[in-house]
């Protein structure tokens, strides 16, 4: 079945420094992918959608300049938060589709991120 | 993004006893409805889809019911066990258009 890939699976980081994750689509070629942010206790909030080689398409609110996605292969998609604050600590999650069509979405594990 | 979140229901449920779990959403042309399983750290997990045409489908122990009139979406759960036990989340989808997710609902298992 269709696997996704999500590293790091947490990560720790100073504030006013930048953070990468990577989504990987890893049998499968990822059209598109969603990046979404969990806050504790809470649903999945979407953040942004990307398809390979176009410009993401970010949320209302969220802010495109410093979360910066860059989807530059059918399988892989990275996230960077770029001067993290502790505001910006949460649960980011990927999710990937070779279809765009919801029965062909795979979510990856998720990554911890906490600023201090 | 949409989809709020404030306060997570919770379910309690003895375990082997069936488990409903409801979901109110949100727009009247979505097309597609998804229900997935999340345990504590992980990302979710599919568990069942059901499209507007349809107002039931079966699983493996579990049954997805849609009533487009009241745009109600349930999750039932046969013989629930320990291992069910996290938080489940119902999205709404429209064509190709993003998911939108539900508030949640934590279900635990009481032995």
């Given amino acids: ?116 | 993004g949409e989809s709020v979140g404030l306060h997570l229901p919770t379910l309690s449920v003895q375990e082997g006893d069936n488990s409903i779990i409801n979901c109110a959403y949100s727009n009247s042309a979505s097309d597609y409805f998804i229900w997935y399983k999340q345990e504590s750290g992980k990302g979710p997990q599919f568990i069942i889809d059901i499209r507007s045409n349809m107002d039931k489908r079966q699983g493996q122990r579990v049954t997805v019911l849609l009533n487009k009139t009241v745009k109600h979406l349930s999750l039932q759960i046969a013989a629930t066990q320990p291992g069910d036990s996290a938080v489940y989340f119902c999205a709404e989808g429209q064509g190709a258009q993003k998911l939108v997710f539900g508030q949640g609902t934590r279900l635990t298992i009481n032995p």
Avoid at chain 1, 28 to 52: G, H, I, V
Avoid at chain 1, 61 to 69: A, T
């Fill in chain 1, 1 to 116: 079945g269709a696997v996704v890939s999500q590293h790091p699976s947490w990560v720790i980081c100073k504030s006013g420094t930048s953070v990468k994750i990577e989504c990987r689509s890893l049998d499968f070629q990822a059209t598109t992918m969603f990046w979404y942010r969990q806050f504790p206790k809470q649903s999945l909030m979407l953040m942004a959608t990307s398809n390979e080689g176009s410009k993401a398409t970010y949320e209302q609110g969220v802010e495109k300049d410093k979360f910066l996605i860059n989807h530059a292969s059918l399988t892989l998609s990275t996230l960077t938060v770029t001067s993290a604050h502790p505001e910006d600590s949460s649960f980011y999650i990927c999710s990937a589709s070779n279809s765009g069509l919801f029965y062909g979405y795979t979510f990856g594990s998720g990554t911890r991120l906490t600023v201090v």
